[in-house]
C-alpha cells in the first residue's frame, strides 16, 4: 500500500540545472516544495557549456553566483571560418561587464552547476529532496495533484500531493505528455558528436575563442571550456553509423585537424540529434 499523504505548495519533477535553480529561488521564498528525481547524484560528465548574463543574475539571486564566478571561464567571442580557415565572421563580445552587472558569456563545466545549486539548497528547510523517486502517475485532483511515484531504493510506492505541479523534466519530459503537449517542430534535425576532451599539455594554438567551421561537407564547432577541457561538435554525415563516428578510432580521426592521442585524453562522446522544437502549450490547471 501506498504511504500516507505529504502537502506540499509546490513539486518538482526532475533534478537538474532548471529544478534546482527552481527549487533554490522557491526555497528563497518560502514556499514548501518538493523534488523528486529518478537519478541519485547530480550527472558527473560535461553537458551544457554556455550561459550568459542573465543566468547569472539568476545564480546571484540564488546566492552563489561567487562562487561560480570562480568555476567559470569568460567567453571572448567567436570567428566563424570557411574549411581553409579563412576567416568569414568576427563576433567578439565585450570584455567588460554588461549593464546586467555580468559579463556577457560564459563557459562553465555543468558538474560545477549543479554541486553549488545543490549544495545551497540545503539551507532551506522548506525544500524537501527525494532521488531515486520514479514518478508512474500524476493526477490533478481540482484542490491538488497526486503524484505517485516509486522508491527505486526500497521498492515501495509513494503518494504525495502539492498544489503545483512542474516537470523540470528535460526534453523527453513526461510532465508534457501529462499536460497533452505536442511539439511544434522547426525543422531541424541534425546528427553530431559531441567530443569533451582534457589536454594533458597546453595548446595555445586552439585559441579561447568558439570556432565555427562552415564547410558545407562536414561543418564542426570547437569551444575552449574551464580550465583544461576543450569540447568539439562535429557534424555526423548522413551514412556514417554512431557506434563507428564515437569510437576511439573514430573520433580522433575526427579529431586529427586540431590534436592527437598525445594530446589529450577523451572525457565522453556522443552522438546527439540537434532539434529544433518548442512546446505548444505550458500549463494544464496546476500542471506546469
Not at 556577457?104 to 554541486?115: A, G, I, N, T, V
Not at 577541457?229 to 585537424?257: F, M
Not at 577523451?266 to 546527439?272: I, K, M, N, P
Request: aromatic letters at 10%; proline letters at 5%.
Amino acid at each position: 500500500m501506498a504511504s500516507c499523504v505529504a502537502q506540499f505548495d509546490v513539486a518538482i519533477v526532475g533534478f537538474g540545472p532548471v529544478g534546482a535553480a527552481l527549487a533554490n529561488l522557491l526555497g528563497l521564498s518560502g514556499i514548501s516544495t518538493l523534488v523528486l528525481d529518478r537519478e541519485g547524484p547530480a550527472y558527473h560528465l560535461p553537458r551544457a557549456v554556455h550561459f550568459d548574463d542573465e543566468v547569472m543574475r539568476v545564480l546571484q539571486t540564488i546566492g552563489i553566483a561567487d562562487e561560480m564566478a570562480k568555476c567559470v571561464h569568460v567567453n571572448p567571442g567567436m570567428k566563424f571560418v570557411d574549411r581553409d580557415d579563412r576567416p568569414l565572421l568576427f563576433w567578439p563580445r565585450p570584455p567588460e561587464v554588461s549593464a546586467q552587472g555580468w559579463h556577457p558569456s560564459y563557459r562553465f563545466h555543468q558538474p560545477d552547476l549543479e554541486r553549488l545549486l545543490r549544495e545551497n539548497l540545503e539551507r532551506f528547510d522548506c525544500v524537501e529532496v527525494r532521488t531515486r523517486c520514479d514518478v508512474d502517475r500524476v493526477c490533478d485532483a481540482g484542490a491538488y495533484v497526486a503524484l505517485h511515484y516509486s522508491d527505486l531504493a526500497t521498492g515501495r510506492p509513494e503518494t504525495v500531493a502539492a498544489k503545483y505541479v512542474v516537470g523540470c523534466d528535460g526534453a523527453r519530459s513526461q510532465m508534457r505528455d501529462v499536460i497533452g503537449s505536442g511539439l511544434e517542430d522547426y525543422g531541424f534535425h541534425e546528427r553530431w558528436l559531441v567530443i569533451d576532451a582534457l589536454l594533458k599539455q597546453p595548446k595555445p594554438e586552439l585559441g579561447d575563442y568558439s570556432i565555427q567551421y562552415c564547410d558545407a561537407r562536414r561543418p564542426a564547432t570547437y569551444v575552449r571550456g574551464t580550465g583544461n577541457r576543450r569540447r568539439w561538435e562535429i557534424a555526423v554525415l548522413d551514412d556514417e553509423a554512431d557506434v563507428e563516428v564515437a569510437s576511439q578510432a573514430g573520433t580522433w580521426q575526427l579529431l586529427s585537424r586540431w590534436l592527437t592521442a598525445q594530446e589529450a585524453e577523451l572525457e565522453r562522446t556522443a552522438v546527439y540529434t540537434f532539434n529544433s522544437c518548442i512546446a505548444c502549450r505550458w500549463r494544464l490547471g496546476r500542471l506546469l
